[in-house]
């Protein structure tokens, strides 16, 4: 699909965008063994043969898992349940700890975690995973749309758009050959020029699939010049992944595209978990992992939001996670889908909120590029509640050791300024010190307005 003569001519009429050669290069010793995993994906779909439990029973076993410190002691474990849980706090703290013995830091391919639940924590993955994380995920989910077939004769498979301050614009190359390029855009939702170069691409190359998260979709949406300008444009199918996708939003964005909208359940620690199959009753989960769902605290707890999702996975050499809390609360449901794949469908999903702040003068703010705070300052966990159309509450728990009251009063201070700068509006801002409980459901971004993107989009006509 992707000759080095169209990658030429891309990047040269697009010098925004940068190639990793490097990349490319090591990507293309995995060609076999991507093709593999495309194929194994596709027919059959989903073969149930080898419990995942019993992988890592054998990972133990052969000793390969004992070479990850935090697995040593468990060499005459030869019971699943025996493993103990790992959540995000103790990972962030010893992450050093999951790393292979096998595998040399300086070898491995790191990325941070999105920071929207916990402190972000870098993961390392093995070369072999990252290709598999960076090449297959969308493929997987486009398989399980049924949108492959169609989407891999496109010159440009997808376009994936981020607000991660941390990305810059780049074009991957699927060394299989298999689908076309895929597009890495940023945007930054405060410089239109962003949005309007996102619309430019978008028309321009006219990628066959869309993916972000449901509120830069939501802003994409409610963008007047957006609407006239990407009316030619229909995808076939748009991915939303990294924040929880409400049946009110799904419906908007599918209003807007004229396309199905199809929920994804990806993270940096597991790359691709599940996804819907165009039944859209549920998300396969991908059947190399095991999943297990635990009822903390089950008394107290609202049974609604279903009870929390545990995983484990060895499939990511350098650094396998077993009995890995993520955090997230899930509702499973364990029958047969309409498509005819077995195994688990997470139906409800509840725990990666990322909600846009509405501000006064009908401006929208993504939060997420708070998640900055934590490389700015000694902080140890951060919670960002809207109050209103301009004030903003800001609980902040600094590391330990950052003692005295001057030094605490200076970085609060700045904390305050920080943010005031960064909000596109006139803000009240209230900084708060807190000590935060760690077993109650944590949500970064939180906002006490309830407005409908429809409610918004009028707002912000009565102000043109
Ligand atoms: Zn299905």
Do not use: W
Request: proline letters at 4%.
């Amino acid at each position: 699909m992707a000759s080095i003569y169209s990658l030429k001519t891309f990047l040269d009429a697009n010098p925004d965008f940068g190639f990793d050669v490097i990349e490319y290069l090591l990507s293309t010793k995995y060609t076999d063994y991507l093709i593999q995993c495309i194929n194994e994906f596709r027919y059959p779909l989903f073969r149930i043969d080898d419990d995942p439990k019993s992988k890592v029973i054998s990972a133990i076993k052969d000793n390969t898992l004992l070479k990850v410190p935090a697995y040593k002691h468990l060499n005459n474990t030869s019971d699943f349940n025996e493993i103990p849980l790992v959540d995000k706090q103790t990972l962030l703290y010893n992450s050093q700890h999951y790393i292979s013995g096998d595998y040399e830091i300086s070898d491995l391919f790191a990325r941070n975690t999105s920071g929207t639940t916990r402190k972000p924590v870098t993961i390392y993955y093995s070369e072999k995973f990252y290709f598999e994380f960076l090449i297959l995920t969308t493929i997987k989910i486009s398989v399980l749309a049924n949108v492959f077939h169609n989407a891999c004769n496109k010159a440009f498979f997808s376009i994936t758009i981020s607000d991660n301050p941390n990305l810059n614009n780049r074009v991957i190359v699927d060394p299989t050959n298999t689908v076309g390029f895929m597009l890495l855009v940023k945007i930054d939702e405060q410089k239109t020029e962003t949005i309007e170069r996102l619309f430019h691409l978008i028309t321009t190359f006219k990628p066959a699939i869309l993916i972000s998260t449901p509120n830069l979709f939501e802003i994409i949406i409610s963008n007047l010049k957006g609407k006239m300008l990407l009316r030619n444009y229909i995808p076939l199918a748009i991915f939303s992944s990294g924040s929880v996708l409400t049946e009110d939003k799904r419906q908007k964005i599918q209003n807007f595209f004229r396309t199905k909208v199809f929920n994804c359940y990806n993270t940096t620690e597991f790359g691709f978990i599940a996804s819907e199959c165009k039944y859209q009753d549920g998300m396969h989960i991908d059947p190399s992992l095991v999943v297990e769902l635990h009822c903390t605290e089950s008394e107290e707890r609202d049974k609604k939001d279903g009870d929390e999702l545990v995983i484990s996975s060895i499939r990511n050499k350098a650094m396998p996670l077993l009995r890995f809390v993520t955090g997230d609360r899930v509702t499973i449901d364990y029958t047969t889908c309409n498509c005819g794949r077995e195994g688990l469908r997470i139906k409800g999903i509840s725990g990666r909120d990322l909600p846009i702040f509405y501000l006064k003068d009908g401006k929208t703010f993504s939060p997420y590029v708070l998640v900055k705070l934590f490389y700015m300052f000694p902080i140890e966990e951060f919670q960002v509640i809207q109050l209103d159309y301009h004030t903003f509450e800001i609980f902040i728990q600094l590391c330990k050791g950052t003692n005295t009251s001057q030094n605490i009063d200076t970085i609060f201070k700045n904390v305050e300024n920080y943010v005031r700068n960064t909000i596109p509006c006139d803000s009240n801002i209230i900084v708060k010190s807190i000590e935060f409980d760690y077993k109650s459901n944590f949500q970064r971004f939180i906002t006490r307005i309830n407005k409908s993107l429809d409610e918004q989009m009028t707002r912000n006509l009565l102000l043109l």
